[in-house]
């Protein structure tokens, strides 16, 4: 079920943007593109979703290549307690909710 | 809105005892969803479940179970608990409708001795 493909780890300086990439090349019409992240031993906490648009909100961007092949999610200003392990996720939206995780990408901002 | 809430966040047992841990979702979220994570395995998709009726399941033995009760408050139970039954156990809660996000509580970390 490895739906999506993530760097296992990246660092990042305190300030700057940070630019986690996910690769999904199998995904379908109908699934969408979700981001969650985990602090330490705490429950997922969701960021952002998209199905062909960018998107962006207060915590988050998403930009999904044209061929929706993959993505990116940008933090703008990574803080420190911006680290976390982060999940993207590609699920349709059709009221079951079983999100699939994979293992992330390890997001450590750094002083 | 108040968040959704596990308990209990913490418990110990031992082997071959059965554990019962329980979800209560956010005001007017019906969908249940359990995930168990591991180190070794990740987060795993348990069940979901929807109007007290089991509407999904995951890949695990049949000693896992749940219920949900009329008030959307859902219940997981793990009978004959085994070593590899200590993980933190996450419910992740929506209103069950299509295109809705899951919502995730802080968990129920058991270890079993």
């Known amino acids: 079920d490895a739906k999506t493909t993530q760097p296992p780890s990246m660092d990042c300086a305190e300030g700057r943007a940070a630019n986690l990439p996910c690769n999904h090349s199998t995904i379908s019409g109908n699934e969408y593109v979700y981001w969650y992240r985990q602090i330490h031993s705490q429950g997922p906490q969701y960021i952002i979703h998209g199905l062909k648009n960018n998107e962006t909100n207060e915590m988050a961007s998403l930009i999904i290549t044209e061929d929706r092949k993959s993505s990116t999610l940008i933090l703008p200003h990574a803080t420190l307690r911006d680290t976390a392990v982060y999940y993207c996720i590609v699920s349709p939206q059709t009221g079951a909710n079983n999100l699939f995780f994979g293992t992330g990408t390890r997001l450590t901002v750094i002083p | 809105k108040a968040g959704v809430t596990q308990t209990p966040r913490y418990l110990i047992k031992t082997r071959g005892q059965q554990v019962t841990l329980s979800c209560s979702p956010i005001?007017?979220?019906?969908?249940v969803s359990w995930y168990q994570q591991t180190p070794g395995q990740g987060l795993q998709f348990l069940f979901e479940?929807?109007?007290?009726?089991?509407?999904n399941k995951g890949n695990f033995p049949g000693r896992f179970s749940g219920r949900q009760f009329s008030n959307s408050r859902s219940e997981m139970n793990v009978s004959t608990l085994e070593l590899g039954d200590s993980a933190l156990y996450l419910c992740a809660t929506t209103t069950g409708l299509a295109g809705e996000t899951q919502y995730f509580g802080p968990g129920t970390r058991l270890l079993v001795l």
């Open positions: 005001s007017g979220h019906r969908s």
């Open positions: 479940y929807f109007s007290e009726t089991q509407r």
